[in-house]
């Protein structure tokens, strides 16, 4: 039997932190500091504080295999600690700030975490759950001496850790599968369940998402991750700059509009990737300022569906591409990207549109299809719809702790939870979560679908669609919205927007305009919380 000849190079994160500092090694990571001032550091720099903390991790008594806790905001910090676990052959694990306490509470008993590492802003929330879940485990604040808070708790410091230990502290070796992350989903359909990435998945997903349809990172890049390492692995963004040389902007606690147009002026970002919630937030702020970005080419919008009103405001007033992604945590977290394909420039731009506001093509290393409720393949007509299923080397194939049971099907397929279309440009389009599809007479409504017409109002700055019991029809549809400031737009008036748009029966029984719109610790229109208010307002 022939042998392969080529050597077996595990695929360590560990070694993307590597070859950024042996290659880039004077490439820059920015931070806004969660103590206020602009930090600036290199990838050589970073790299070697990363072994520091990995000796403090392994002079803590942290056993490859340990969950170490994050509660911290997008820093170099947070990234030293990512990189750092990952060199002991521990587990980084982010926890969700946003959630309620109850959650985290779960989450840390969930995950065992034997330290936790937190920036100054969660020290209150360690407090607050201190009775329910902190017992037994060492805290870290992610600050210097001068800074340290006073608490309660018993705090250590996070500079003084690390301040003696080697920059020389050699990773440790382990296989490429063996776990190094934890993160948990956002728990809008159940209790969060944690998602255990491999070196391999993070390795693979950096390499993978980061084609030049996707991420599209290069070391002339200067990449400014909104979406925050505490959700979905930050996107793969933690792995996929360094891994390319990009430059890092990490914008720390402050996500507002404001903060986020100063960073990407001043550290000539090319790139930056948030939730659309963000997007209304920056738009705001950019048309106040009424300039244009230097540099800033792309931006990628995902975790939710993005309205057509952000597609249109980024091109055409700012001249900056929108890429429409989709993705989830237990994806690591990419899947596809609207790209343009072949034959699409030649569409009018009407039709363009229609497709930038799908989520696109999967990439190479995400097989999908999507089935009826017989489990037979649908047509890709970018019509019919039908239960989303992926498959592939960074998906998925159980929860920690077996959660929820056996999740991949016989042929191997995780289940999305999602509803979709596909194309015959095999570009894919989200048009439910299964739990979210409103059902009327049987027959399905696309709450996204009837969220993406009504946004297009020029009045309205989000809107929701949900399902209120009906005697009748079971459910029908009902908008919550909320308009521009002064706006008077009134029920009928929106309904007479949408009459031309959508058939007769999905046009809404009623229109609820709201102040503000209640979001989840994801930044997810959070339908559950409209459902409990609202499905018996009938
Ligand atoms: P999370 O694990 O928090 O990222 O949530 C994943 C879920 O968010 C997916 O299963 C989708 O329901 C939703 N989602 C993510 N990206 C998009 C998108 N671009 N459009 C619509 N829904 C999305």
Redesign the pocket.
Known sequence: MLRGGMQAWPLRVTSILDHAARFHAGQEVVTRTVEGPIHRCTYGQLAARARQCAAALERAGIATGDRVGTLAWNTYRHMELWYGAAGIGAIYHTINPRLFDDQIAHIIGDADDKIIFADLTFVPLLERVRDRCLAGRRLVVLTDRSHMPNSLLELDCYEDLIAHESSDYPWRDGPEDAPVGLCY??G?TGAPKGVVYTHRSNVLQALIANNADGLGFRSTSSVLPVVPMY??NAWSIAFSAPMTGAKLVLPGPKLDGASLCDLIEAEDVTFTGAVPTVWIDMIAEMRKRGTRFKRLERIV??????PRWIIEAFEQEFGVTVL???????MS?LGTFAAPRPGMEALDSETRMRLKLK?GAPFYGVEMRILDDAGQEVPWDGVTPGRLQVKGPCVVAEYLHGAGGAILDADGFFD???RATLDPFGYMQ?TD?TKDVIKSGGEWISS?ELENHAVCHPDLIEVAAIGIAHDKWGERPMLLAVRVPGSTLTEEALVDFLRPKVARWWLPDAVLFIDTMPHTA?G?INKVALRERYRNSA
């Not at 919008?301 to 993005?306: L, V």
Request: glycine content about 14%.
């Open positions: 989903t956002s809008t959700h979905a919008t995902g975790g939710s569906a993005c429409h992604a989709w993705g989830m945590t237990e977290p989520q999305t939870g999602d989200i979560r996204i994801t997810k």
